[in-house]
């Protein structure tokens, strides 16, 4: 069974970059077998796609993020990485990364996820 791991820093200036990797096990994501996507859930508000990368290595992005943010895989070290550039306080959130069956929706359904890290953006 996949499982995923995030890792990244706990704390982030105003206006710099945000840099998270997640780490996965149980599968190779080299395989076609699910999409990888990045999720956040704010303080006292639900969960949120911000992005993904497809079975067919196409990158795609919410519209409340593009432009700011970039997914990648790294299939030499079997890791994806989330960049969100130029953060403010509304960027404080929990972040999972999360992996979708090829089959399903990777915008809507995300049925492996990793437990989260925190990130808080404070000067």
């Known amino acids: 069974q996949v499982q995923l791991r995030e890792s990244g820093p706990g704390v982030v200036k105003p206006s710099q970059t945000l840099s998270l990797t997640c780490t996965v096990s149980?599968?190779?994501?080299?395989?076609?077998?699910?999409?990888w996507s990045w999720l956040r859930q704010p303080p006292g508000k639900g969960l949120e796609w911000l992005g993904g990368?497809?079975?067919?290595?196409?990158?795609y992005y919410s519209r409340s993020f593009k432009g700011r943010t970039a997914i990648s895989k790294d299939t030499t070290k079997n890791q994806f990485t989330l960049t969100l550039d130029s953060v403010t306080p509304e960027d404080t959130a929990v972040y999972y990364c999360?992996?979708?069956?090829?089959?399903?929706?990777?915008?809507?359904?995300?049925?492996?996820r990793g437990q989260g890290t925190q990130v808080t953006v404070s000067s």
């Open positions: 999360a992996a979708t069956p090829a089959s399903l929706s990777f915008r809507l359904e995300w049925p492996y």
């Open positions: 990368i497809s079975i067919t290595t196409i990158d």
């Open positions: 149980g599968t190779s994501i080299r395989e076609k077998d699910y999409h």
